[in-house]
């Protein structure tokens, strides 16, 4: 992992893909929308895609409620 991921342990993740394809179709979504979206990885044949990742659990946690509040997901929070 580089420092830069080491940095942004804590990730919202708004969806998992089996197919990669929908998982970026995912991600642009949610970048048109604002958010810095990331394809996280891939973990047992999912795509991870996250609404943000941040340094600081606290961050990370405020960026989760408001996803829920403003997206009504059931978005959840990955710890790398």
């Given at each position: 992992?580089?420092?830069t991921?080491?940095?942004?342990?804590y990730h919202v993740i708004g969806g998992c893909f089996s197919l990669?394809?929908?998982?970026?179709?995912?991600?642009?979504?949610?970048?048109a929308t604002g958010f810095d979206a990331v394809l996280?990885?891939?973990?047992?044949?999912?795509?991870?895609?996250?609404?943000?990742?941040y340094p600081e659990r606290s961050m990370a946690l405020?960026?989760?409620?408001?996803?829920r509040r403003e997206q009504g997901t059931d978005a959840w929070l990955l710890v790398k």
């Open positions: 992992a580089t420092g991921e080491r940095a942004f342990r990669k394809e929908n998982a970026e179709r995912f991600l642009e979504q949610l970048r996280v990885d891939e973990h047992h044949g999912l795509y991870r895609v996250a609404f943000g990742s405020e960026a989760l409620a408001a996803v």
